[in-house]
Each structure stands twice: as C-alpha cells, then as structure tokens.
C-alpha cells in the first residue's frame, strides 16, 4: 500500500513508519521541517506538510491509499491545535478524494465503567486532562465524518518506547487492562495493532482501544 503519515517525525509515528515500512508498503512521511531522522529505506519519503492547512493535505495525500496519522500537538502549542488539524485532514482527505483514514488517538476517552470515561475518574493525571479532552474533541470530528473510512486507534494509557512482542488485545471503545488491572502498551505493539488494521480495515468507524 502506498501510505501517507502524517506525524512520522514523532515517537510513535516513527515506529508505526518502520511497522509499515517492515511489512513492504510504501511511506511517505509528514514532518514540519520535512526532516525525519532515523529511518533509511527506499520505500521511505521523508516530506515536509502543515498539518492545520487542508490543501497542504490534500497536496501530499493525492496517490495514496491510505492516509494514517501519528500527529500530535507540538511542545509549545496550544493542545487544542490537535482539532484543528484534526478538521484539516478531513477536509484534505476530501480534496483529494482519499477515503481511508487511520488516527491515533488518545486514551482519555476510552470507557473505565457505565457511563464513565477515563479521563473522568479520579486517579486521571490533572495535567493530561487538556490532551485528554482534545483527543476526545478530535474523535467527535472524526465521527461525524462517516464519508470516510475512519478507524480511531487509542493506546493504552501508559504507551513508552518498549519491545516488539507481537503481543495486543483491542477492545470497542473501551480500556483494555492486563491481569493486573494496569493499562500499557509499547509503542512497537501499539505500531503493530495500528498497521494490522490499516492492512485489515477490521474496525472501521470504531474507537479501538489497544493494550495487553
Ligand atoms: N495514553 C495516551 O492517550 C497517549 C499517550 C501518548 C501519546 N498519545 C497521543 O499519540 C499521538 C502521538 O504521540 P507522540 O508521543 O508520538 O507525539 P510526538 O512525538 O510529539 O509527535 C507529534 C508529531 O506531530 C507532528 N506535528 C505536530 N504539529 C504538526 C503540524 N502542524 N503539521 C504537521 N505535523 C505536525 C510532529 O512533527 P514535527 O516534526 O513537525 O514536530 C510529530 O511528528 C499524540 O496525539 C499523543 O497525544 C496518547
């Protein structure tokens, strides 16, 4: 497949980029700068794409299958710039006439219980609340984008640079804890679960939740 991620330069978009890249697809990835280290393969473009400017998106997404997404507010930005490239892409993927969509997103959102989100319970990080909320925000705008062929991939709450087990479990919206009640993930699992539906196209219009 030929792919466009947008995100590429970051800590979990360089791993689901090798993921890709691994399985024999084709990448072209999005940075800022255009600059991504770390990654020398072939079948690896490095691109330089805003990822708040739809016709910067519809631009770079025109001749991809698929359209895949590690984005993530940068250190100084405010993090509700996270919706607005969030409504960005859409509109780009709509220009370009690409239909399928495959996002991380965040935690936050998953349901813990009835009627009970993660990011409303009380051990929730008071400082991972504004990202929290944005990745929930995001989700709504990609919801209301059932043209697309959208699958929303949410990590575990803990997501660190680990071991590629080849080890998941998914679940429809909801936390996926282990045998001990913890909620983790590495990122080279979580760029297996990510590339696996992006191949599979299993969870289409779904927030998949994964983790061990
Ligand atoms: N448990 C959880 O819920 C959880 C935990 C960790 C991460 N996450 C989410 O997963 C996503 C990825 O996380 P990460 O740690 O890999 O993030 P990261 O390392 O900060 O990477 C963010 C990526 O977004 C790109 N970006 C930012 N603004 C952009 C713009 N205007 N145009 C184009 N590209 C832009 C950055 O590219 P540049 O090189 O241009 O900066 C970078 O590639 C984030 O949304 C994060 O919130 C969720």
């Known amino acids: 497949m030929n792919v466009l991620l947008l995100g ?13 890249l691994d399985r024999g ?13 770390g990654i020398d393969d072939p079948d690896f473009t490095a691109v330089a794409g805003d990822a708040t400017d739809p016709d910067d998106i519809a631009a770079l997404a025109a001749g991809h299958d698929t359209v895949a ?6 250190e100084d930005a405010d ?27 965040g935690a936050g959102g998953l ?15 008071e400082e991972a609340v504004p990202i ?9 705008i990609i919801r209301d984008a059932n043209d697309l062929q959208w699958s929303y991939i949410a990590p575990a709450t803990l997501i660190e640079p680990g071991e ?9 919206g909801e936390l996926v804890t282990d045998e001990d009640g913890e909620s983790h993930i590495s990122m080279e ?4 679960a990510f590339a696996d539906e992006l191949e599979t196209d299993d969870a289409v219009h779904t927030q998949l939740a994964v983790g061990y």
């Not at 800590?11 to 980029?17: F, H, K, L, M, V």
Request: glycine content about 10%.
């Open 8 to 20: 590429a330069s970051g800590r979990i978009g360089q791993r689901i980029a090798t993921e890709l």
């Open 111 to 125: 349901s813990v219980g009835p009627d009970t989100k993660l990011v409303d319970t009380d051990e929730f990080p």
């Open 79 to 105: 993090v509700e710039i996270l919706t607005e490239m969030t409504e960005a892409v859409i509109e780009g993927l709509r220009e370009a006439d690409v239909d399928r969509l495959v996002w991380t997103g």
């Open 69 to 74: 997404s590690a984005l993530g507010p940068a």
């Open 189 to 192: 699992d979580f760029a297996i």
């Open 132 to 140: 929290a909320e944005a990745h929930i925000d995001a989700l709504e």
């Open 164 to 172: 590629r087990t080849g080890e998941y479990r998914t679940a429809d």
């Open 25 to 37: 697809h084709k990448v072209t990835g999005v940075s800022r700068s255009g600059d991504i280290d």
